[in-house]
């Protein structure tokens, strides 16, 4: 994964400036709540929600199983609909396939769908690089854009913002990218949209090269499909003479009837409707209609190395409906940057360690940037077990052992500046497993109980700055039990 | 019938009341409870910090304590969800590595005999009036483990309403971790001390004196925060409570 956000501050640094900042706070805890309680309630109305959700995990985890096969059928139906396709291993190829076709096209600008996939990589950047501008079209992404910003929610990237920053940003901003915002612009989500609008129509009339992500590719069909509310990424497909579908390996489904499973549980999931308002799905090109030239990048960037971990490879079943983030407490008062990387929330806490690995100091942070709650878990229409995957990485974190980074079995070391509180766990474990040493352990803070700080030295004090300790009692339950029932001491 | 107390380390060390409360309880409704003296943790805090290995003598050590008992019964939904859910993940990742069945095997026996107390109190006892009194209004806090991992649902709320004298009121965002999670409020204080604020405002907006939960971890939690944000409300184990009688009133 390339480093769109590299040099980040571990996970617990980046997120207390959020936990400070109360018009964040405040934008993100009014926009979580509203959709957690909507989609809560467009769950509810299908009966048959629990086979929903296991059946998506299932056509999931066997396609993530027959991948090579399935993405082998992908390139031949594309190929035979007549676009070509195109593999990159890591974020540098992509960008550099990508950068190749639109110089090819002789274009020095294109429009965007929103596309995470690219967002991950870099791309608009590498272009950047190459003088080709991107513009993002997509509502909350021009908005995250135009602001100079960067992502923080996977459906809603500009979530943390509320409407009189967005009035402010595209009264600033819209000119330097093309048509300007109308003069008098409020704060009402109607005159907002529609200056968005007039903004976008200019650039759609005249693109020449769109790119996009997917929701889903259809392997049976060579079929790509892009769910969504607006309108815009329609545009984006249809309008340009070249599409180029920049797409993450796992997106693909073996069968077209597979599609109906998610294009159920996704919207309710995602956007609490009961159907998204525009799906669009192409296949190739065709004489009469649409581009001209099709390209499909196909992006592993650590998504085979992520297969390889028998627990964390669940992580690839996500459909990115951003249903895990809005349940999230931590993400809630974190926000999403704090999480360093396109994907935030739990579904970021796991995937950015397997897809970048556990080297930085954001990444070793974020399989502890959760209280284990489980509600992302209770939401996640394919079941991902995001507590599991924790778990399972805080061992690599603290544990070290086998991995595959880049196609290669590697061992890992156990990450630095974890020594302290190895030891405390090996020391823990050895009292524990004694009960004698506990005991003695426990007299001993029973009869100090007095001397004891209501604050703590050292990594306790962290909790001590905000909450107060409960004081050691007198007697603690085994002691007491012994005096009133007897019972043997053990050693 | 004749249960093993599993009382939890934290609740040795820190809350024996609670432990003395689950006594004074299981005794009236005529069980014979044993606290099996050589007990000590059952890894949790180990194995949700990273260290499966350092987890795994203290799940074996739980299982030889605990593996002869009828019923293993404790006041921790996180401590029981981690016997129940963990052990045996733990003795399948050992046979998936190859390491043999020997672990599942032995930690088998205490998984489906370990209960949580309002589960052991309904499921098994039959119980939801346990004869209590408690003139207090009080709001229930489910917490996480308790909540989704065991699954218990409305046992505890249905415990809390035969109470003779309580008044049980909903707790807004009830079902919001309290930002607790073991070493999670230590790694990050920050958003673990705001989530913790946001449950304490939630639970004084309800008019009540004593908030109640099924764990001493996360009341341990919450209650540091009341006594910081010094508010009114107390933090009371729900077994103190089902405890307390008109004879005998929990203060
Ligand atoms: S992990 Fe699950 S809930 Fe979260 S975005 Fe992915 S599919 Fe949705």
Redesign the interface.
């Known amino acids: 994964m390339s480093g769109t956000f590299v040099g980040m501050p571990a996970f617990p640094e980046a997120a207390r400036a959020a936990v400070g900042d109360q018009t964040l706070r405040g934008n993100l805890r009014h926009a979580t709540h509203t959709i957690r309680a909507k989609r809560a309630k467009a769950v509810a109305e299908v009966s048959d929600w629990d086979q929903l959700r296991e059946a998506g995990k299932r056509i999931k985890d066997h396609t993530l199983r027959h991948l090579d096969r399935y993405l082998v059928q992908l390139e031949e139906r594309v190929t035979a609909a007549g676009g070509t396709v195109h593999w990159a291993a890591d974020a540098e190829e992509a960008n550099r396939i990508v950068a190749a076709l639109v110089a090819e096209t002789g274009e020095s600008e294109v429009v965007k769908v929103k596309s995470m996939a690219t967002q991950e990589i870099g791309l608009n950047e590498a272009l950047e690089a190459e003088g080709v501008h991107a513009y993002e079209t997509d509502l909350a992404e021009l908005i995250v854009q135009l602001g100079k910003d960067r992502p923080s929610h996977i459906l809603v990237p500009a979530i943390h913002r509320n409407r009189g920053e967005i009035r402010d940003i595209f009264r600033r901003e819209m000119s330097e990218w093309g048509r300007p915002a109308p003069e008098g612009l409020t704060d009402t989500p109607a005159e907002l949209a529609e200056a968005a609008r007039v903004h976008l129509r200019e650039k759609f009339l005249r693109a020449k090269v769109g790119v996009s992500g997917a929701n889903f590719m259809i392997a049976e069909t060579g079929t790509l499909v892009v769910v969504e509310s607006e309108g815009n990424g329609r545009m984006c497909l249809t309008l340009p003479e070249t599409l180029i579908s920049v797409v993450g390996i796992e997106k693909i489904l073996p069968t077209w009837r597979d599609l109906e499973v998610f294009l159920q549980t996704l919207p309710r999931s995602s956007t609490a409707e009961r159907m998204n308002p525009y799906t669009s799905m192409w296949t190739g090109t065709t004489d009469e209609d649409g581009p001209r030239a099709f390209h499909l990048v196909l992006l592993d960037n650590g998504r085979t190395d992520t297969l390889a971990d028998e627990v964390g490879r669940q992580a690839l079943r996500c459909i990115r409906c951003s249903a895990c983030l809005n349940v999230c407490p931590v993400y809630e008062r974190a926000g999403g940057h704090a999480y360093g990387s396109v994907y935030p929330g739990p579904i970021g806490a796991i995937l950015s360690p397997q897809l970048r690995g556990t080297a930085s100091e954001i990444d070793a942070s974020l399989p502890y940037a959760s209280s284990l709650c489980g509600a992302c878990y209770e939401v996640c229409p394919v079941a991902i077990d995001i507590p599991e995957v924790l778990v399972r990485l805080r061992e690599r974190v603290v544990e070290g052992g086998p991995v595959v980074r880049d196609g290669n079995r590697v061992v890992l070391r156990p990450a630095k500046g974890h020594a302290a509180e190895r030891a405390a766990m090996r020391a823990a474990r050895w009292a524990f497993a004694r009960p004698g040493a506990l005991r003695a352990g426990q007299r001993l803070a029973s009869r100090t109980r007095g001397l004891h700080p209501r604050t703590l030295p050292g990594p306790g004090r962290a909790w001590s700055a905000t909450r107060d300790l409960p004081a050691v009692p007198a007697e603690p339950f085994r002691d007491w039990w012994q005096r009133t029932h007897g019972g043997e001491e053990a050693k | 019938m004749r249960v093993a107390l599993f009382?939890t380390?934290v609740?040795?060390?820190?809350?024996?009341?609670t432990?003395?409360a689950v006594?004074k309880l299981l005794t009236r409704l005529g069980v014979e409870v044993d606290?099996p003296?050589?007990?000590?943790?059952c890894?949790q805090?180990?194995?949700?910090?990273?260290?499966?290995?350092?987890?795994e003598?203290?799940a074996r050590?739980f299982s030889d304590v605990f593996g002869e008992y009828e019923a293993i019964v404790t006041p921790s939904g996180s401590c029981g969800a981690m016997v129940r859910e963990l052990y045996p993940?733990m003795g399948e990742r050992a046979r998936?590595e190859g390491r043999g069945d020997t672990l599942a095997a032995t930690l088998a026996p205490v998984v489906p005999k370990t209960y949580e107390l309002t589960e052991f109190l309904v499921d098994v006892l039959g119980v939801t009036d346990v004869g209590a009194y408690y003139p207090r209004k009080v709001t229930y806090h489910p917490t996480?483990?308790g909540?989704?991992?065991l699954g218990l649902g409305d046992r505890p709320r249905r415990l809390l309403d035969a109470v003779k004298g309580l008044e049980l009121v909903e707790l807004p965002g009830a079902?919001?971790?309290c930002?607790?999670?073991?070493?999670?409020?230590?790694?990050?204080?920050?958003?673990?001390?705001?989530?913790?604020a946001d449950k304490v405002r939630n639970a004084e907006s309800t008019g009540a004196d004593v908030l109640c939960a099924a764990d001493n971890s996360c009341l341990?939690?919450i209650?540091?925060?009341m006594?910081?944000l010094e508010t009114e409300l107390r933090p009371v184990h729900i077994a103190e409570i089902l405890a307390s009688t008109e004879e005998e009133p929990a203060v």
Do not use: I, W
Request: proline share 4%.
């Open positions: 009382l380390c609740n040795d060390t820190l809350y024996p009341d432990g003395r006594v606290f003296m050589a007990q000590t943790c890894g805090a180990h194995y949700n910090t990273g260290y499966r290995h350092e987890a003598p203290l050590h993940r998936a996480c483990h909540l989704r991992s079902d919001e971790c930002g607790f999670g073991g070493t999670f409020a230590l790694k990050n204080p920050d958003v673990s001390a705001a989530m913790g341990m939690h209650g540091g925060t006594a910081r």
